[in-house]
């Protein structure tokens, strides 16, 4: 077209020859500047085949294999955000309640006393996670077919020991009472809603007394009502005793948390 343009001009050669040179060297261009789009397309589809997760974590086992043709819709794999992980844990009503009204904290109405207070966490093989947590929020209300209300509380975890999934309880201070009267829990006799211990006099002999537990710590249960410090009872064999059976006192073997 170039060669021929000045041709034209001195009418060389026809105006038509020039005109279809000129049409031809437009269609290349738009034949160009289509590859180019179709290039910047693949470009971009490369792209897509990359896939980075919006958040860190540990990746579970991949969900296809090299050579599986997959879509928008193709699930590849999930993420899990670990560190710190979280802990869903339920409280009775009756707990949320007794704990704000013992909070001190009146600066958020929607604020528990449990907030701030160190959580520890108990697993599954008994042993105690070295990592203390602290609790996030309360869930928005009680569950009307359970009576209890979903607590959110964070662990650290370095290493990514917890994983997604696994079972532990959670244990943290609500309050201290001093002086409280422990027993072992195999102390206490249980009959349709009542309690028993065996309490046994200055004569041996044993006396059935009703009691009012508490809260369990450990192994041992705090006895609020029904008796009085320095009372000897029987811890072992108590389903074979009755009113007035004479026993032989043998000191018992209590674990530490129990003085």
């Keep these: 077209m170039e060669r021929d343009t000045p041709l034209a001009e001195v009418r060389a050669i026809a105006k038509s020859q020039l005109d279809n040179e000129v049409q031809a060297k437009l269609g290349a261009q738009a034949a160009v500047e289509s590859s180019k789009a179709a290039v910047e397309q693949a470009a971009l589809n490369l792209e897509w085949t990359k896939v980075t997760s919006l958040v860190d974590g540990i990746a579970g086992i991949a969900q296809v294999q090299i050579g599986n043709l997959v879509g928008p819709n193709s699930v590849l794999t999930s993420v899990s955000q670990v560190e710190p992980i979280k802990a869903y844990f339920p409280i009775s009503e009756r707990e949320y309640v007794l704990v704000q009204k013992e909070s001190s904290v009146v600066s ?3 604020t528990i006393r449990l907030f701030g207070n ?3 966490l108990m697993l599954t093989d008994g ?3 070295p990592q203390k947590g602290k609790i996030l929020l309360a ?3 009680v569950d009307p077919n359970t009576g209890t209300i979903r607590i959110v509380a964070a662990f650290p975890n370095p290493g990514n020991i917890l994983r997604p999934g696994q079972y532990g309880r959670v244990r943290v201070e ?3 009472k001093n002086g409280a009267l422990l ?3 195999s102390a206490v006799a249980e009959s349709q809603g009542s309690y028993q211990v065996a309490v046994v006099g200055s004569d041996h ?3 059935m007394r009703t009691v009012k537990p508490g809260e369990t710590v450990g192994t041992m ?5 029904g008796l009085q410090p320095g009372e000897q009872v029987v811890i072992e064999g108590l389903q074979k005793l009755k009113e007035g059976t004479v026993v032989t006192l043998k000191p018992a073997k209590v674990s530490a948390e129990g003085h």
């Design 183 to 185: 027993l072992p829990q």
């Design 205 to 207: 002999k044993v006396r």
């Design 127 to 129: 042993s105690t996670y």
């Design 108 to 110: 958020t109405k929607h």
């Design 139 to 141: 869930d928005r209300q």
């Design 174 to 176: 609500t309050n201290m």
């Design 118 to 120: 160190s959580l520890e």
């Design 221 to 225: 249960w705090v006895i609020d009502e």
